[in-house]
């Protein structure tokens, strides 16, 4: 249905090729997932398919048709059998729900009876009965999306391409969305996705085809999303130099009480001491486990006072000495 052969994609003034030499089939009525870090190639895949882009080198053949020989006119028409939904929904603002849905097949020339009858039908199948006369912006996130989706489905196409499709969606709203994409493809129609969504695809167990810098690495029959090292997280050592400024500030905080009673303490420098703190974080390897606490908020140079009779100690959570290992700082 799908076929790959070898393709190379370079865009003009590049010198990395987008994809190289990717080779791969999609059977009728397969869900694939595209997954990779950000430019490994996955939409420039889509593209091809679509024949929005043609390779450098090799072939792409879809529905039996060698998209090489393909000419611009007949594109058109090889398209309405290939619905495409991308990330930020791309429907058309002053058009109501049922005008974006139709407008695709009046440009195909379908008959009014035709489009009368398609319409309200696609409209049901992606849960939106109710909202036809709705603009795009009288729409939740998710709703938009359906739209787009009874847009791509409305000429009935074999094949449904999703570029990111939950990707500007809450997580409630995108399981409904990928719960409508399993459903349509339960129907028979071939589905691809390009995804970072490695929950779905790891729940999913579908087949997952895995790019790095164009290059296709992985084949899987029911694949999860494998490595995501390369999906962008918070840094842990972030939160850690938080934590250990706030209980740095903390003890500070002590010092000068401490040194306004008894006059017996040495100033310590918080930006010398932040500065240390962020050193210690950078030389720390990265890690997921919780965060060691401090070690240098056990090094200040305080002379041992009673800190309990400051009335200082509950205020910050040094009272009870078995919960040292408590982190500081934010916990939600
Ligand atoms: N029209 C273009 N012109 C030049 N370079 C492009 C073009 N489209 C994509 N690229 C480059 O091709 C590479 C692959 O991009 P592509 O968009 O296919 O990756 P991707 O895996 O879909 O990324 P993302 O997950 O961020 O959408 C990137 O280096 C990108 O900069």
Known sequence: MIRFENVTKRYRGTTRPALNAVDFEVQRGEFVFLVGASGSGKSSCLQLILRAETP????VVVLGRDLR????????YFRRHIGSVFQDFRLLPNKTVHQNVAFTLQVTGASRGFIQQAVPEVLALVGLDGKEKRLPHELSGGEQQRVAIARALVNRPQV???DEPTGNLDPGTSIDIMQLLARINA???TVV???HEAGFVDQMQRRVIELSNGEMVRDERRGGYGDTSGLPRLAPEVERGAAAVAALTAVLEVQREVAHITGAVEPLNLEDAQRAEAERAAAAPAT?????????TRSVPVTT???DALGL???LGLADKNDRDDEVGPTS
């Open 56 to 59: 450098s080198e090799g072939r």
């Open 69 to 76: 020989t393909l000419s611009n006119r007949k594109v058109p």
């Open 160 to 162: 449904l391409l999703a």
């Open 187 to 189: 129907g028979g129609t």
């Open 193 to 195: 996705m390009a995804t």
């Open 288 to 296: 997921d486990a919780a965060p060691e606490p401090s070690t240098h």
């Open 305 to 307: 006072p009673d800190v």
């Open 313 to 315: 100690a509950d205020r």
